[in-house]
């Protein structure tokens, strides 16, 4: 059972009453529909399907503003299987729109990717929007072809786990950490005390390998050599031309020029362009997006401190996220 986002709003009416107003929430849950997003010059029956990466990449249920929300790691499978279901389908083109996310989720969809290439035999070429960074490059480099928009960030190639030391916080609030734990490392960072160097040493350890993990697959996806990946690999966000002098992506464009290298390496000349959306979405053109805003959300998130706040909400994370400031 889902539960709703937004139940009732009180209207005040001009006559001084106030009646209330049931707002049925939308449901996220249902088939796909296909939708022609660009129809094709001539007569054909072949398609190449976009599909949308947007916004933080996270394996959980994110409700919107009048919709009791979904997945985006469960949609992206859902909509890969839908394009490969379909023997019009020639080809995808992957619009990505994001800082990245969780290490995991990020790297769900990156296997995705690339078994539905293995699969279907059908090229993927990834459009690089405002951000594709971190997870969100992480994804791309499991495409065919990455095209970036003269304005793209991409690249933040590296990991991180935000944790806050709040030690003198809670002292001057009178707060003291007390955990009953079973080993020494059990509460491990803890952000009311200070982290120890054997706690820094062990946490320290684990993002070291996800980082080697993100380096060998972007030395898989983009053919380079390791030395030059690592090079690259300190975290610092790149601009398209910087990233087309790297060899992080192939060509820099527009989302035009992705279809159309999608069309070529699918070796058809010409082909609708279709999107999949749940029931009662609309898109106008190539560039429309989802129906409605992702999130609305007031409460200020902060990776590593979200549990200290707000203990309902996991936070011990471990991220392939840029997010200046943070």
Known sequence: MTRPTLAVLLIPLLSGCANALLIKPIHSDGPF?????QEARGWTVHKVALVDIHGLILNERKPGLLSDGSNP???FRE?????AGDPYVKAVVLRINSPGGAVTASDIMHRDL???RQTTGKPVVACLMDVAASGGYYVATACDWIVAHPTTTTGSIGVIMSLYNLEGLCNKLGIASEPIKSGINKDLGNPARKMTEEERAILQNIVNQYHDQFVSVVCAGRRLPEEHVRRLADGRVYTAAEAKEYGLVDEIGYLDDAIARAKALAGIRDAYVVAYDREGGYRGSIYASTRFPSRVDVRVHLPGLDSFLWPDTSA???WYLWRPGQ
Not at 79 to 83: H, N, P, R, S
């Open 33 to 37: 529909e296909e939708q022609i997003v």
């Open 73 to 75: 790691v469960s949609e």
């Open 79 to 83: 909509k890969l299987e839908t394009a």
């Open 114 to 116: 690339l078994a539905f």
């Open 316 to 318: 011990a994370v471990f």
